[in-house]
């Protein structure tokens, strides 16, 4: 199956450093939560953040590896999204299972209405979902911007 031209394995070969960036940070923010360290600290390593920037440099990749265009940039946006959240419900979960908390269920990062449950399917739905469509439009206007300014030759 092709994905505007290019097979779901062409992406993940494209964007493999870019997955290992967020697993990386999600992996370094529950260690820095467990060793103990202050709420501030801990929201300095933030999974967003190297959401926000691996989106970026997957338009830096798309731009210079001429791997497409726009369409391209919505599905690795899409992807790198989805690798971010599907990580931070995988540590939510965990902490469910196991009666324990880490900073992924902790209250202070979870919706005080919402149940574990509802957390997951929030970070399921609206956080995939709100983060594909503000992700996809800035990653588009990245492109314009690298197409107006850096002109492939």
């Given at each position: 199956?092709?994905?505007?031209?290019?097979?779901?394995?062409?992406?993940?070969r494209?964007?493999?450093?870019?997955?290992?960036?967020?697993?990386?940070?999600?992996?370094?923010?529950?260690?820095?939560d467990?060793?103990?360290?202050?709420?501030g600290v801990?929201?300095l390593v933030?999974?967003?953040?190297?959401t926000?920037?691996?989106?970026?440099?997957?338009v830096?990749?798309?731009?210079?590896?001429?791997?497409?265009?726009?369409?391209?940039?919505?599905i690795?946006?899409?992807?790198?999204?989805?690798?971010?959240?599907?990580?931070?419900?995988?540590?939510i979960?965990?902490?469910?299972?196991t009666?324990?908390?880490?900073?992924y269920?902790?209250?202070e990062?979870?919706?005080?209405?919402?149940?574990?449950?509802?957390?997951?399917?929030?970070?399921?739905?609206?956080?995939?979902?709100f983060?594909v469509?503000i992700?996809?439009?800035?990653?588009?206007l990245?492109l314009?911007?690298?197409?107006?300014?850096?002109?492939?030759?």
């Amino acid at each position: 199956m092709k994905l505007f031209g290019y097979r779901l394995s062409d992406y993940l070969r494209l964007l493999a450093p870019l997955f290992g960036l967020i697993a990386a940070v999600w992996a370094l923010r529950l260690v820095v939560d467990a060793a103990g360290a202050s709420p501030g600290v801990v929201r300095l390593v933030s999974v967003t953040l190297a959401t926000t920037a691996s989106v970026l440099l997957a338009v830096v990749l798309i731009h210079t590896r001429r791997f497409g265009g726009y369409p391209n940039v919505v599905i690795a946006v899409g992807l790198l999204v989805l690798c971010a959240q599907v990580l931070i419900v995988v540590a939510i979960a965990f902490s469910t299972l196991t009666h324990t908390q880490n900073v992924y269920s902790a209250p202070e990062f979870t919706p005080q209405h919402l149940s574990q449950a509802g957390h997951i399917a929030g970070h399921l739905t609206f956080g995939v979902g709100f983060s594909v469509l503000i992700g996809s439009a800035v990653g588009c206007l990245f492109l314009w911007l690298l197409k107006k300014l850096l002109p492939r030759q």
